[in-house]
C-alpha cells in the first residue's frame, strides 16, 4: 500500500505518508526533520488570510521554505472568499507550490472568525470560497475538512462532494467533528464513505500512532494517503517506521537511545539556527518534552530544561541525559 502513487497536480509524491500542519509545531526545522524521515508530504502551520498580519514576524516565519523541496504547501486559513483568494496569490508569489486551505481546525480563536472548521456549517459559503481560491492560482489547491461541525451535523461527504466540484485535488479529512475537537476516537466510516463518492485522493487523519494503525486505517477507509500529526511530536521516525510496515509488513525496530539522541541534538540546532538563540530555547522546550516522554528520569530532566535559557545549556544537558540513559542500558544488558 506504501507503493501506491499518490500525485497532486504536477507532483508524484515519494510515498503516501504527510505531516498534518500543526500551530506552532510544523516549523521548518520540523517539516525538514520529517521529511528526512520518510514523510512524503509536508504543509506548512497556517498563514492568516488577513493582509495586514502577513508581515509580522510570526507570519514570515511560517512561510519561510528556504531549502525546502518541491513540492511546498503552504496553509490558508480565512473566511472570506476574496480575501482568501488574495492570500492564496500571495503565497504563490512567495513560491508556494500547492495551496492548502484550512477547514479543518477546531481552535476556538479561529472558529470564532468563522474559520477552520466552523466553516463547516455554511455548505454555500465553503464553496464560494474554494472557487475563489482555485481561479485565484494555477497551482494545486487541497483542503484539509473533519467530519462535520458535530455529531448531529456530520457532512463531510457534501463537502467532499463541493470541493471535487470547485477543482480540489487532494482532501485531507480528520476523523471528528469540531465539536469532537482531539477528545474520544477518531472514526473512519466516514472517511470511507467520502472515498467511496469522490474520486479525487483523500487523506486519512486520525489517531494514526502506529505502524499497525496505519496499514488499518488504509484498509478500512480505501483512501489513498495518510495524514500525522500529533503522533509525530519527539517521534519524527514515525513516518519511517510506518513507510518500512506498509512495504514489508515488517516492524522496524525503534531507534537507540543514541539515536534518538541524535536526531534531537540535530532538531536543536535547526531551531536555534531559525528563529535564533533565544526564541529557538523557547520553542526547543516543547519538542525536548516530547522526545523525552516516556524516558527514564524523563520528568526531572524536563523540569530541569525549563529553567535553562541558553542553547549551549539545553545542548549540554540534553547530552548528558542521554549519555546516561545510554550507559545505563549498557549495564542492563
Request: with cysteine; glycine share 8%; net charge neutral.
Amino acid at each position: 500500500m506504501a507503493d501506491k502513487a499518490l500525485s497532486i497536480g504536477p507532483y508524484t509524491l515519494p510515498n503516501n505518508l504527510f505531516l498534518a500542519p500543526m500551530a506552532g509545531v510544523t516549523d521548518r526545522p520540523f517539516r525538514q526533520l520529517c521529511r528526512k524521515l520518510g514523510a512524503g508530504m509536508v504543509v506548512s502551520e497556517m498563514i492568516t488570510a488577513n493582509k495586514a498580519l502577513w508581515a509580522s514576524k510570526k507570519s514570515l516565519l511560517r512561510a519561510n521554505h528556504e531549502g525546502e523541496p518541491e513540492p511546498r504547501s503552504v496553509q490558508i486559513a480565512g473566511a472570506d472568499p476574496q480575501m482568501m483568494a488574495e492570500a492564496a496569490r500571495h503565497n504563490v508569489a512567495e513560491g508556494a507550490h500547492i495551496i492548502d486551505i484550512n477547514m479543518g481546525c477546531p481552535a476556538k480563536k479561529v472558529c470564532n472568525v468563522m474559520a477552520g472548521s466552523a466553516l463547516l456549517q455554511h455548505e454555500k459559503l465553503v464553496g464560494e470560497i474554494l472557487e475563489a481560491v482555485v481561479n485565484a492560482v494555477d497551482v494545486p489547491v487541497t483542503l484539509k475538512i473533519r467530519t462535520g461541525w458535530d455529531s448531529n451535523n456530520r457532512n463531510g461527504v457534501q463537502i467532499a462532494r463541493i470541493a471535487e466540484d470547485a477543482g480540489i485535488q487532494a482532501l485531507a479529512v480528520h476523523g471528528r467533528t469540531r465539536a469532537d475537537a482531539y477528545k474520544g476516537d477518531a472514526e473512519y466510516d466516514t472517511i470511507a464513505e467520502i472515498k467511496s463518492r469522490i474520486a479525487i485522493p483523500v487523506i486519512a487523519n486520525g489517531d494514526i500512532e502506529t505502524p499497525e494503525k496505519a496499514l488499518l486505517v488504509l484498509q478500512q477507509t480505501g483512501a489513498d494517503g495518510l495524514m500525522i500529526g500529533r503522533a509525530a511530536q519527539g517521534n519524527p521516525w514515525i513516518f519511517q517506521q510506518i513507510n518500512h510496515f506498509l512495504q514489508t509488513g515488517e516492524s522496524l525496530a525503534k531507534p537507540s537511545v543514541t539515536e534518538v539522541q541524535q536526531i534531537l541534538i540535530c532538531h536543536l540546532n535547526t531551531l536555534y539556527d531559525f528563529y535564533g538563540e533565544y526564541s529557538g530555547v523557547r520553542m526547543a522546550r516543547k519538542h525536548i518534552a516530547w522526545y523525552s516522554k516516556g524516558l527514564r528520569n524523563g520528568n526531572a530532566f524536563r523540569q530541569q530544561m525549563n529553567t535553562l535559557g541558553k542553547a549551549e545549556h539545553q545542548l549540554a544537558f540534553t547530552d548528558a541525559f542521554f549519555a546516561q540513559l545510554a550507559e545505563k542500558d549498557s549495564l542492563a544488558a
